[in-house]
């Protein structure tokens, strides 16, 4: 009751989604994002990704939420940490998960196949007599998991015939 001293107090939380690649989940990344206030305006903070975050994970960034009233400190922004889409894998915790598609001869004969990691090629043997729907696994190709350990790469087999080969038709004798 009375005096007019203006109460300061602390600034509300904020929250908010980043979108991070499967290639920054590996390395971890630094990122930096503009973060427009109600107030108006904005202004450029760095985002520490840490390597191996999983999704639905939260970041914390301390002092980067709404501002303390009466000079109160500023609230914290928590990002909710959400993975882009890959264009040819699936994160399934530390596990990175693809489709391989081999013809039906690869299959039974057996093959030595090569398919795109995050770090590279990745090099897998297909044994004699594999079939439909079997994983083959490429250890320690993964992302970063507990402990240091690396998940792996996981191929679902597939298999798909070729598309049939069409003839050329000869070309028609000339009109006379």
Known sequence: PGGGAARSGRGRDSEADLLVTLEEVLRGAERSVTLRRREGGGRPVTIR????VREGQRLRVRGEGASGAGGGESGDLFLY???ER??????HGADLLCTLDLA???????ASVTL???????????PPGTTEAEELVARGTGLPGAHGHR???RATVRIRAPAPATRALPAPPPAR
């Open 49 to 52: 990704i840490p390597a191996g």
């Open 81 to 83: 940490v959400r993975f």
């Open 86 to 91: 890959h264009p040819f894998f699936q994160a």
């Open 104 to 110: 039906p001869w690869e299959a039974v004969l057996g």
């Open 116 to 126: 795109p990691g995050l770090e590279g090629r990745v090099r897998l043997t297909v």
């Open 151 to 153: 998940g792996a790469l």
